[in-house]
């Protein structure tokens, strides 16, 4: 099975906030859990918006990557993204839950997240918080 982690999870991980995250990742083979390049942007533009300690954070998000591939967003994922988004056409979700989520689908991976809400009604994405599961 494959595990997309959404940007919540991987911040979880960066600041070590959720021990059960890295105790499950530890189990799994590398590359059955990614990330989506938009995640990975998001945390890069955190981290120049604001970031306290640039070197650091750097550090950690390398090391980050190397347990989690960044998996790139590509045709086949903007397809999916334009079949979701005809689906759930409120526009007061986030755009960029809506690309992880149709990459997730893309690849036919579980969606991570601590806010599965912010994933509702994406048809067959399939959904798990890791950080309530024990």
Same mark, same amino acid.
């Given at each position: 099975m494959l595990y997309m982690l959404d940007t919540n999870i991987v911040i979880y991980m960066m600041n070590?906030?959720? =021990?059960?995250?890295?105790?499950r990742l530890?189990?799994?083979?590398?590359?059955?859990?990614?990330m989506s390049v938009v995640t990975y942007a998001e945390i890069r533009a955190g981290i120049e918006i604001r970031s306290t300690n640039r070197e650091a954070d750097e550090w950690v998000l390398d090391k980050v990557t190397q347990l989690l591939p960044v998996i790139p967003f590509d045709t086949h994922a903007a397809k999916v993204?334009? =079949?979701?988004?005809s689906f759930v056409r409120d526009r007061k979700r986030n755009a960029l839950d809506r690309?992880?989520?149709?990459?997730a689908l893309c690849y036919g991976a579980t969606l991570v997240t601590h806010n599965p809400a912010d994933f509702a009604d994406y048809p067959n994405l399939m959904i798990e918080d890791w950080v309530v599961q024990h």
């Open positions: 070590n906030e959720v =021990q059960n995250l890295t105790r530890s189990k799994m083979k590398k590359g059955e859990a990614v993204y334009g =079949q979701m988004r690309l992880i989520g149709a990459h």
